[in-house]
């Protein structure tokens, strides 16, 4: 199984950006899908998940200027990030939990990260 991530890029302050991280392989069933993101010298933060069933989170940071949502035909999860200030910088990682086959249990993957540049 791999998730790949794109989308990511150089942005100047309050543009946007659309993130997509598609999960590729035997897979019997997604369940959560997750967008991280780390800067240098921090750690990694979650900032949004959207389960199976559509229902959605977010970092305080970025309610209401970022959107989650997936396709589930397509396996793939997306952030629209939009008023993007300068500390959004960052590497964003996508992850996902979800069984490669219908006895295996839920493990967690991780796409390799896009990176997020917004200049002031």
Do not use: H
């Not at 300068?86 to 069984?99: H, I, Q, S, V, W």
């Amino acid at each position: 199984v791999q998730l790949q991530a794109s989308g990511g890029g150089v942005v100047q302050a309050g543009g946007s950006l659309r993130l997509s991280c598609a999960a590729s392989g035997t897979i019997f069933q997604v369940n959560a899908m997750r967008w991280y993101r780390q800067s240098p010298g921090e750690q990694r933060e979650l900032v949004a998940v959207v389960t199976s069933g559509g229902s959605t989170n977010y970092a305080d940071s970025v309610k209401g200027r970022f959107t989650i949502f997936r396709d589930n035909s397509k396996n793939t999860v997306y952030l629209q990030m939009n008023s993007l200030k300068p500390e959004d910088t960052a590497k964003y990682y996508c992850n996902a939990d979800l069984r490669r086959l219908s006895w295996l249990g839920t493990e967690p993957y991780w796409g390799q990260g896009t990176q997020v540049t917004v200049s002031s």
